[in-house]
C-alpha cells in the first residue's frame, strides 16, 4: 500500500513538471511568435498574418497539451469541469486559427 502512495507522488510530481514545461514552452512560442509578427508588420511583409497565425497555433498545441496533463491530477469534479472547460476554449481557438491558416493559405496561392 506504501508503494502505491509512493506511486502516485511521483506521477504526480512528474505531471506537475511536465505542465510548468509545456506551458513554458507555450508561453515562449506565443512570444515569439508575437515579437516576429510586429517585425514582419513594420517590414509590410504579406506574410505577417500567416506567420503569426502558425506561432499562435504551435503555442496553444502546447498549452492544451499542458492542460490534458493537468486532469492527470485533479481530483474533484469541480476542477475537472474547470479543465474540461479550459481544454474545450484551447481546442476552439486552435480549431478557429487552423482554419484561419487554410484560408490565408488559399488565398495566397
Given amino acids: 500500500m506504501i508503494m502505491i502512495g509512493v506511486l502516485e507522488g511521483v506521477l504526480h510530481?512528474?505531471?506537475?513538471?511536465?505542465?510548468l514545461i509545456f506551458e513554458f514552452i507555450g508561453v515562449g512560442i506565443i512570444?515569439?511568435?508575437g515579437l516576429q509578427g510586429f517585425y514582419l508588420y513594420?517590414?509590410?511583409s504579406p506574410a505577417t498574418k500567416l506567420a503569426l497565425a502558425k506561432?499562435?497555433?504551435m503555442g496553444l498545441e502546447f498549452k492544451l497539451g499542458s492542460e490534458i496533463l493537468r486532469t492527470v491530477v485533479v481530483r474533484e469534479w469541480k476542477e475537472?469541469?474547470?479543465?474540461a472547460g479550459i481544454i474545450v476554449l484551447r481546442a476552439a481557438l486552435t480549431f478557429l486559427i487552423h482554419w484561419e491558416i487554410k484560408e490565408e493559405e488559399k488565398g495566397g496561392e
Fill in 42 to 44: 513594420i517590414k509590410r
Fill in 80 to 83: 475537472i469541469g474547470t479543465v
Fill in 13 to 19: 510530481q512528474i505531471v506537475e513538471i511536465a505542465i
Fill in 31 to 33: 512570444i515569439f511568435s
Fill in 55 to 57: 506561432g499562435l497555433a
